[in-house]
Nanobody, 123 residues
């Protein structure tokens, strides 16, 4: 079993930055593929970013490419999402996720989820 806890969400003005963190515990999380997703009110949960076991390869949704950076520290069992140049449309609940296996964007492909952290971008 893997437990995931997100932190770092909040209210920020457009153009600002936030750093989300996901603390993982339980099984050997450094063997898991990790991802971040987000869900805006009334919308489906969508892929944001993902990172491989060793952290060498990262993946991003087109909407965040160049603005967001995903990273992981397996010694600390954490996965972070640095979000820069935030836009109004980035407002959503952000979820950390984990899966055994390789890269997928479909949230149904992930086995474990955190409770989510709210990110609100204001004008």
């Amino acid at each position: 079993q893997v437990q995931l806890v997100e932190s770092g969400g909040g209210l920020v003005q457009a153009g600002g930055s936030l750093r989300l963190s996901c603390a993982a515990s339980g099984r050997i999380v450094n063997t898991y593929f990790m991802g971040w997703f987000r869900q805006a009110p009334g919308k489906e949960r969508t892929f944001v970013a993902a990172i491989t076991f060793g952290g060498r390869t990262t993946y991003y949704a087109d909407s965040v490419k160049g603005r967001f950076t995903i990273s992981r520290d397996n010694a600390k069992n954490t996965v972070d999402l640095q979000m820069n140049s935030l836009k109004l449309e980035d407002t959503a609940v952000y979820y950390c996720s984990a899966r055994r296996g390789s890269y997928v964007r479909d949230p149904q492909g992930y086995d474990y989820w955190g409770q989510g952290t709210q990110v609100t971008v204001s004008s």
